[in-house]
């Protein structure tokens, strides 16, 4: 009777591996084992009489590809683009950001401005101000009220004091 | 190892051909595996200067490449293919198979190790290394597969229907 040993140690023998000799010389001995090992060999050409091919466009394609040139010239094709495109992409970026500071200007560092007058009424340390600077005062003569503070404007009538006599003005006093 | 790509294409690129186009059934999608493994061999081909077994490594990496292409083939074409076969068996219990509708059948580590012995000649050494299992596990399912194949070709094994050089893709 046939078991699934013989057939494996058949199986192994038609294909030239090792196989026990004794098991061999049972698996041999079986009724069968003649037209199995015939089988085998039917099965081997009929797997094996496929002769269909790949087409030869293909087969011309596969060898340029792998010819070190054409596999250089093939990843080259492949990898061209995509540089490119990078490198496009980081000059654009680099440019960018060139002329950002043409195109805006960044504003001019706070320059430490003395305000004119503002030490002489401010406390202690206030002589610095950061803010935009002022349109620079007039050249002009000082403010009235300054005039007035210095003595130097001229009295307004009303602040006028008329002197008619200079003894009427002593009795008004007292 | 001084073989280059073009050559190793050369020796190889009609065994991995038929292998894929078994496994897979059809013409375009055999190429489309075959370029890919070429390409998948120059990549590696460095790597591989050590070891100096070239059918082995090219096949290890065939044997993955359609391996995976089975687990996506999310086209039905190819499963339906196989179920058709399998139709085909329970609808009509008739022995006329083709080769490549009986090898669908199988199941897919007895359909690789066949394939790989019989269009490959790899030893049960060099399909043990490509299918990662041992030798007896090899052995086993080379038993399996004829078993199987025996069955589902009985009548053009058994040379009975005079068509044993017929020619079946």
């Known amino acids: ?174 | 190892m001084n073989d280059t790509a073009e050559t190793l294409f050369e020796r190889y690129h009609v065994a991995a051909y038929r292998y894929f186009r078994r496994v897979t059934g059809r013409h375009d999608a055999a190429q489309d595996l075959t370029q890919e493994l070429f390409l998948r061999v120059v990549r590696a081909l460095k790597a591989y200067a050590a070891t100096g077994r070239d059918a082995e490594w090219v096949f290890r990496i065939a044997r993955n490449l359609a391996v995976d292409h089975r687990r996506r083939a999310t086209t039905r074409a190819e499963a339906d293919w196989a179920d058709a076969a399998s139709a085909r068996v329970e609808a009509t219990q008739v022995v006329a198979f083709g080769v490549s509708e009986a090898l669908a059948l199988l199941g897919e580590p007895e359909r690789e190790a066949l394939l790989l012995r019989e269009l490959v000649g790899l030893t049960y050494d060099e399909l043990s290394r490509v299918c990662q299992v041992g030798p007896d596990v090899v052995s086993r399912r080379l038993q399996r597969a004829r078993t199987r194949m025996r069955q589902l070709l009985t009548t053009r094994l058994r040379g009975e229907d005079g068509q044993d050089s017929r020619q079946d893709g």
Request: include cysteine.
């Open chain 1, 1 to 174: 009777m046939m078991t699934p040993t013989h057939i494996e140690a058949l199986s192994r023998f038609f294909d030239g591996e090792r196989v026990a000799p004794d098991l061999l010389t049972e698996s041999l001995s079986q009724p069968g084992a003649v037209e199995l090992l015939l089988e085998f060999a039917r099965l081997s050409q009929m797997v094996t009489a496929d002769t269909s091919l790949p087409d030869e466009e293909f087969c011309e394609a596969m060898r340029r590809r792998l010819r070190p040139s054409g596999f250089r010239r093939f990843l080259v094709g492949r990898l061209v683009p995509v540089a490119v495109a990078a490198s496009l992409a980081m000059t654009a970026f680099a440019i960018g950001y060139g002329l950002r500071p043409l195109l805006d200007p960044p504003p001019p560092p706070p320059v430490p401005t003395v305000v004119p007058g503002a030490g002489s009424t401010s406390p202690v340390g206030r002589t610095a101000d950061l803010t935009p600077p002022a349109a620079p005062p007039a050249v002009a003569a000082p403010p009235a009220d300054r005039r007035e503070r210095v003595g130097l404007a001229a009295p307004r009538p009303a602040d006028r004091v008329k002197f008619n006599d200079w003894r009427e003005t002593r009795s008004s006093l007292h």
